[in-house]
């Protein structure tokens, strides 16, 4: 276990559903992100937080929803989704989110399936 | 700007062979590079990273890394291959004119056939 929990692991949602996926850290890290993993594709970086404020957003629809209650607490509320957000999504953290020299520790994953 | 080029897809390895990845990078300012490994079902777990100093760089279950800066390449290394290291293998690189971003490379797989 790398210290990160993302919740659900699976996912199948209808388009006009709503749902969150849920991400905890206990490592004491001060930054955490969001990615999504789609197939035969490099990571593409999707939210950052450092210290509970979002610090990058990077060009995400706004039917991605990213909030941080507190530094150890990351979710991401969904409402909307197209077929083509159908992707792994990963949560990571790491100590801070300026300093270039660290390490991000990834979650297992939440695989969303959107039909 | 910032980008990471893996050139192969996948790369076939028999076990006991030695077994190199490669990476290809370019930044602006000095680089930071990181290996991750992905499981199936799981999500991305650190290998190693060249922060400055020696290029060659060892990390987990007997990975090493080689830096070379001329030829901006810092490919994975691993003397003798296990069945058990088949999995998809990211490079990742930030610099600091890159802000708050790790740009990682579309992955690897590594397969090692017994």
């Known amino acids: 276990e790398t210290g990160v929990t993302q919740t659900p692991r699976h996912l199948v949602m209808g388009m006009t559903n709503k749902k969150s996926l849920k991400c905890e850290q206990h490592?004491?890290?001060?930054?955490m992100y969001w990615y999504k993993q789609s197939a035969k594709k490099p990571l593409e970086l999707m939210f950052v937080?450092?210290?509970?404020?979002?610090?990058e957003n990077n060009s995400v629809p706004s039917r991605f929803s990213p909030e941080c209650p507190n530094s150890s607490h990351l979710f991401l509320h969904l409402h909307t989704l197209q077929p083509e957000d159908s992707a792994l999504y990963l949560c990571a953290s790491s100590q801070e989110a300026t300093v270039v020299n660290t390490e991000a520790f990834f979650g297992q994953g939440t695989r969303l399936t959107v039909v | 700007a910032q980008s990471v080029a893996q050139p192969e897809d996948q790369v076939n390895v028999a076990e006991g062979n030695p077994l190199t990845v490669k990476c290809t990078y370019s930044?602006?300012?000095?680089?930071?590079l990181f290996w991750y490994v992905q499981y199936p079902n799981r999500g991305l777990q650190f290998l190693l990273k060249?922060?400055?100093?020696?290029?060659l760089v060892k990390g987990s279950y007997g990975f090493e890394a080689e830096f070379n800066k001329s030829q901006t390449s810092f490919h994975l290394k691993k003397p003798s291959a296990l069945v058990s290291d088949s999995a998809l293998y990211f490079c990742?690189?930030?610099?600091?004119?890159?802000?708050?971003?790790?740009?990682f490379g579309a992955g690897t797989r590594l397969f090692v056939k017994a």
């Open positions: 490592l004491g890290h001060n930054a």
């Open positions: 060249y922060i400055t100093g020696d290029n």
């Open positions: 930044v602006s300012g000095n680089p930071y």
């Open positions: 990742a690189v930030r610099d600091l004119r890159g802000g708050f971003k790790t740009i």
């Open positions: 937080y450092s210290l509970e404020e979002r610090v």
